[in-house]
C-alpha cells in the first residue's frame, strides 16, 4: 500500500517528509536533551512490564566474540583470534542495534574503513587509502559471489542492499587477502554472509519511515520441506529523499530499490550441505538520472569428509543493468569455483583450489556527449589456482601460513601473488601475528581495454593556439598495480571484560595506473589532447588501527576505535598524486556504546571523527538509537543519524557535479517476528 502510494508521483514524498522523521527533527531541534530523557524514561518504565527478549549485550561474552568462527582469512573455519590478519567482524546484533539501513552505513563501524556518503545514493568505501566514488583496490563478496564491476574495478554501492536482518555477520579484512581471493584484494575484503534458512525460520516483518529515508519496508518467511530441507522468502523496499547542498538547495538525488529472492539449505545425513539461492531487484539511481535492475543464482554443495577434510563446489551466474547518467550497460559473470582441505600429517592442513569466471559487458549507448564507443561488447576469461598450507609448528601456540594464488586474466595474462603469515600465542589471552603479502589489481576495462573514449575536461590551447578537447581512451598495453604489504597485529585480552585488538601496515605499491598527456591530434572546430592510461605512479602508505572494547557490567559494552594513515605518492602527473594523497582521512576515530535497561530497553550510540578529505573538511557527529521490546517477537525503535549539525559534507564526487552534504535525519522502525 504505501510503496504503490510513493510511485504514483514525486508529490508522495512531499506527503512523507512532513511525516514521523520530520516531527522528530523539530522536536530534537526544540529540546534535544528533553526529548532523549523522556523517550529513554518511557521506554525503560514500560519495558518492566514486558517479557523477555533474546537479543541483550549480555548474550554474548567478550570470550565468545573473538573466539566467533571467521573464513575470509584462510578460506576455511578459524577463531577470529588466531587469525593472522587484520580481521573485524560485524555480527547480526552489530547490524541491528547500529540503526544503519544500507550496507554502506552499516561499514562505518569497522574501524580502518574510509565511508563516506558522496550524495544520497554513492559511496566511497575503501580499506587503507585511495577512497574515491569508483574505489578499485576493495573486494566485496555477498554469500562468496563478488559484486564489483569489472568495467571500473570498483562497487556500485547502492545495489548492494542485503536484507539485513538476515545477515549472519560482514566480515572485513584490512589488507590485502590476493592469496585466497585473487586480484583486486589489495586493501581490503569485505566479505557478507547471510544465514542459513534453518536459522529463519517463522516470519518477520518490519516497516518504517523518516525524514532522509523516507519509506523502509521488508517481510521475509522461512519455513521447512520435508526433515532436512529448509527455505526462506523475502522482499523489501526503501526510498530515500534527497540530499542538500551547499547553499541549502536541493541536490535531487533520492533514489529507491526494490529487492526480493529465496534460499533453499538441504543438509544430508553424511554431513553435505547444499545452497540454492537468488535474489532480484529494481529501482531508480540517485537523482532519478536512469535506473538498474537485475539478478542473480548461486549454487553450493560442501562435503565434510573427515574433521580435517572436505571439499567446497560453487557457481553462480549474475546479470546487472544499469542506464545512468554516463551510459547504458548490462553486464553477465557466470563464475565456477571447487576447493579441497586436506590434512597432510599430523601438522600440515592444505586447502587448495580451481576458479575459472567469465564476465560480458555490454556498452548499449553513451548517454554523455562526452563519451563515444568504440566497442560494445568486451568478453573477459579469468582462470585461476591457489594452494595454502598451515603448518602447526607449535600446537595451539605456533602456527605459520604460506600460500600463492596463480590467475591468468585478458589485461596482464599470468599474475602470482603469495603471501605468508605467522601467528604466535605467547600465552591463552595474547596473539601475536605478521603477514607479507604481494597483490596486484588487474586493470579495469575501461583502462586495459580500448572501449570508449572520454572527454576529460573542457577544451585547452594547443600547439598553434588550437583548442584541443582532452579525451581519455583505455591502453591495451597498461600494467597491473602491484602491492607489496606488511603488517604486524597484537591481540590481548588482560581480563573478561577488556579486549585489546591493534594493527599496523606498511604498504609499497607500484605502478599505479594514472592518466597521462600523450600529444596533440589537429582537427576541426577542436583537436583532441590525447589522455592515456600509464603506470607513472607509486606511493607508500604506513599506519594502523586500535580497538578497545570494555564490558564495563553484563548489560553496558563500550569500544573506542582509532585508524592512522600516511600516505606519499610520487609520480606525473603531479596533479593526480596529489589527489591520491589526500583523497582518505588521515585520522579517524570513534566511541560506540550499547546499553541495556532492562531486556526490552536499549539505548546504542556512536560519536565519530573523521579528518579532511580534499575539499572537504574534518566533522565529527552522533548517532543514537533507542529500542523497545514489550515482547521478545516485538520491536519498536527510533533512531537519529549525524545529530550534531543540520548537515555536513563526507566526500566530493569525481563526475564534476556540486558536492552534497549528509542531512540529519530521524526515521522509526517497527520489526515483529512470528
Not at 525503560?44 to 575470509?72: F, R
Not at 521475509?220 to 547542498?245: A, C, H, M, P, V
Not at 530521524?666 to 520489526?671: L, V
Request: net charge negative.
Amino acid at each position: 500500500m504505501v510503496r504503490s502510494q510513493l510511485m504514483k508521483s514525486t508529490s508522495s514524498i512531499e506527503r512523507i517528509k512532513p511525516g514521523v522523521g520530520s516531527w522528530f527533527g523539530q522536536f530534537w531541534s526544540k529540546a534535544p536533551l528533553a526529548g532523549l530523557t523522556l523517550l529513554i524514561a518511557g521506554g525503560v518504565a514500560a519495558a518492566e512490564a514486558g517479557s523477555l527478549s533474546t537479543n541483550s549485550v549480555a548474550d554474548l561474552s567478550l570470550e565468545d566474540l573473538i573466539n566467533v568462527k571467521v573464513t575470509s582469512v584462510s578460506k576455511k573455519e578459524e577463531k577470529l583470534n588466531d587469525a593472522a590478519a587484520a580481521i573485524f567482524v560485524l555480527s547480526n546484533d552489530d547490524i541491528r542495534r547500529s540503526g544503519a539501513t544500507t550496507v554502506a552505513d552499516v561499514l562505518r563501524l569497522v574501524p580502518g574503513l574510509q565511508v563516506a556518503a558522496i550524495d544520497s545514493g554513492n559511496w566511497a568505501v575503501s580499506s587503507r587509502g585511495f577512497a574515491s566514488q569508483f574505489a578499485n583496490k576493495l573486494l566485496v563478496m555477498v554469500d562468496g559471489r563478488t559484486v564489483y564491476s569489472p568495467l571500473f574495478s570498483g562497487v556500485y554501492w547502492d545495489v548492494q542492499q542485503v536484507f539485513l536482518d538476515d545477515v549472519n555477520r560482514i566480515e572485513v579484512i584490512r589488507g590485502p587477502g590476493a592469496t585466497i581471493w585473487g586480484a583486486n584484494a589489495v586493501n581490503g575484503v569485505i566479505n557478507i554472509l547471510s544465514k542459513s534458512a534453518r536459522d529463519t525460520q517463522g516470519g518477520l516483518i518490519y516497516g518504517g519511515g523518516g525524514d532522509a529515508h523516507l519509506a523502509l519496508g521488508g517481510a521475509r518467511y522461512g519455513d521447512k520441506i520435508g526433515e532436512d530441507t529448509y527455505y526462506r522468502i523475502y522482499g523489501s523496499y526503501q526510498l530515500n529523499d534527497d540530499f542538500r547542498q551547499a547553499n541549502g538547495q536541493s541536490a535531487n538525488d533520492s533514489w529507491d530499490l526494490v529487492k526480493g529472492g529465496f534460499r533453499l539449505d538441504r543438509y544430508t545425513r553424511n554431513d553435505g550441505q547444499l545452497t540454492w539461492q537468488g535474489d532480484a531487484y529494481g529501482g531508480s539511481l540517485a537523482g532519478r538520472t536512469g535506473d538498474q535492475n537485475g539478478f542473480n543464482t548461486l549454487g553450493r554443495w560442501t562435503q565434510l569428509i573427515s574433521d580435517r577434510s572436505s571439499y567446497e563446489v560453487q557457481a553462480y551466474f549474475d546479470h546487472t543493468y544499469r542506464n545512468d547518467a554516463l551510459a547504458e550497460v548490462s553486464l553477465d559473470t557466470a563464475d565456477l569455483s571447487w576447493q579441497h582441505t586436506f590434512g597432510l600429517g599430523e601438522r600440515n592442513d592444505v586447502i587448495w583450489g580451481l576458479g575459472y569466471r567469465f564476465t560480458d559487458t555490454q556498452l548499449h549507448k553513451a548517454n554523455s556527449p562526452a563519451i563515444t564507443i568504440l566497442d560494445n561488447d568486451i568478453p573477459l576469461h579469468l582462470f585461476s589456482a591457489f594452494i595454502q598450507d598451515e603448518l602447526k609448528i607449535i600446537p595451539d601456540q605456533l602456527t605459520f601460513n604460506l600460500g600463492t594464488k596463480i590467475e591468468h586474466n585478458d589485461f596482464t595474462g599470468i599474475e602470482v601473488q603469495p603471501s605468508a603469515r605467522l601467528m604466535f600465542k605467547p600465552a591463552e589471552n595474547q596473539t601475536v601475528w605478521a603477514a607479507v603479502s604481494r597483490a596486484v589489481r588487474t586493470p579495469s576495462e575501461s583502462e586495459g581495454k580500448a572501449i570508449e573514449s572520454f572527454a576529460t575536461g573542457a577544451p585547452v590551447v594547443g600547439p598553434g593556439g588550437g583548442l584541443y578537447v582532452p579525451t581519455l581512451s583505455g591502453d591495451t598495453t597498461v600494467k597491473s598495480e602491484v602491492l607489496w604489504a606488511y603488517e604486524l597485529g597484537y591481540r590481548i585480552q588482560p581480563t573478561h571484560r577488556i579486549n585489546v585488538d591493534l594493527a599496523t601496515f606498511y604498504n609499497d605499491y607500484s605502478h599505479l595506473i594514472s592518466q597521462t598527456p600523450a600529444g596533440f591530434i589537429p582537427g576541426m572546430p577542436a583537436g583532441i589532447l590525447e589522455i592515456e592510461e600509464e603506470n607513472t605512479l607509486r606511493a607508500e602508505s604506513y599506519g594502523g588501527e586500535a580497538v578497545l572494547t570494555v564490558a564495563a557490567t553484563d548489560f553496558w559494552r563500550l569500544s573506542a576505535s582509532y585508524s592512522l594513515l600516511m600516505m606519499h605518492v610520487q609520480g606525473l602527473p603531479a596533479s593526480i598524486a596529489n589527489a591520491l594523497e589526500l583523497n582518505a582521512p588521515t585520522h579517524q576515530a570513534t566511541l560506540r556504546s550499547s546499553y541495556d535497561f532492562t531486556r526490552h530497553a536499549s539505548l546504542d550510540a556512536q560519536l565519530r571523527y573523521v579528518d579532511n578529505v580534499q575539499s572537504v573538511p574534518a566533522y565529527v557527529t552522533a548517532d543514537l538509537r533507542l529500542s523497545y521490546r514489550p515482547t521478545a517477537n516485538l520491536e519498536l525503535s527510533i533512531v537519529g543519524q549525524n545529530l550534531l549539525a543540520d548537515r555536513h559534507p563526507e566526500q566530493a564526487s569525481q563526475l564534476g557535479v556540486p558536492t552534497t552534504q549528509v542531512p540529519r535525519g530521524f526515521y522509526g522502525r517497527i520489526t515483529w517476528r512470528f
